[in-house]
């Protein structure tokens, strides 16, 4: 029987008054992980997995057990909301990892950060904006291939992402376009890249590298305005430029 049937069962009369007696308790556990957290946009996800959560402990309670009920619920509304989190939190790691990848994959220019000159500093923002870019392609193409309702859901929540990438990459040559597409969108291997493209893996690695320096760039112009109106260009969308 799944969550969604156990949750649908009706409630007997005293089943009713546990939850009733318990929603203080789902509440309060709510507004604990969005103070622990900050995640204030999933408010709405959270107290509806707690209610839930709530609803189905009532279904499994057995007082014979010697548990109080507050305590029952208790375990179940907060391992409900810490999975809520955890499915929400996933696609920020895997932006983060993505960002990560980008930043080692930069050129190392520790050796003259001393320096602090004008040359340093634009290193250090264009290696700034590489890790940016990562992040944005990261959050777009997780959000992209998310199937059903969850990705229905990540495609409104990271809306503005999707709109930023598809502008950065409609200035792109089209090779460019389709190695990010290929690696951050359908999330294929640098191996099956390079069959893609005709070319070793560690060349497809260096293009992919070199394709993310201009998205980066591309994506710090379109912040700063310098390209009125790219986003109304006709161009490809992120999820169309891929392969064959």
Do not use: N
């Amino acid at each position: 029987m799944s969550h969604g049937d156990r949750a649908a069962r009706p409630l007997s009369a005293d089943q009713q008054a546990l939850v009733a007696k318990a929603v203080p308790l789902a509440e309060q556990l709510c507004d604990h992980f969005l103070r622990r957290t900050g995640a204030r946009y999933v408010a709405d996800d959270l107290r509806s997995a707690a209610f839930q959560a709530l609803h189905e402990a009532a279904l499994g309670y057995d007082p014979a057990r010697g548990v109080p009920f507050p305590a029952y619920a208790w375990r179940r509304i907060d391992g409900a909301l810490s999975d809520a989190l955890r499915q929400e939190s996933k696609h920020w790691r895997a932006a983060r990892d993505d960002a990560y990848d980008a930043a080692e994959a930069v050129h190392d220019a520790s050796d003259v950060l001393a320096d602090g000159d004008a040359e340093t500093a634009a290193q250090v923002d264009g290696m700034a904006d590489e890790v940016a870019a990562a992040a944005v392609l990261g959050l777009a193409g997780r959000a992209l291939r998310a199937p059903g309702e969850e990705g229905e859901r990540l495609r409104a929540t990271y809306g503005r992402a999707i709109r930023a990438a598809e502008a950065a990459l409609s200035g792109l040559k089209d090779e460019e376009r389709r190695v990010l597409v290929l690696h951050h969108v359908e999330a294929r291997t640098w191996q099956a890249i390079g069959a893609a493209l005709g070319c070793s893996e560690r060349t497809a690695k260096r293009r992919g590298a070199e394709a993310r320096k201009r998205f980066a760039e591309a994506l710090r112009a379109e912040r700063e305005g310098a390209l009125d109106g790219a986003s109304a260009r006709d161009g490809v969308g992120i999820g169309g430029a891929t392969s064959g």
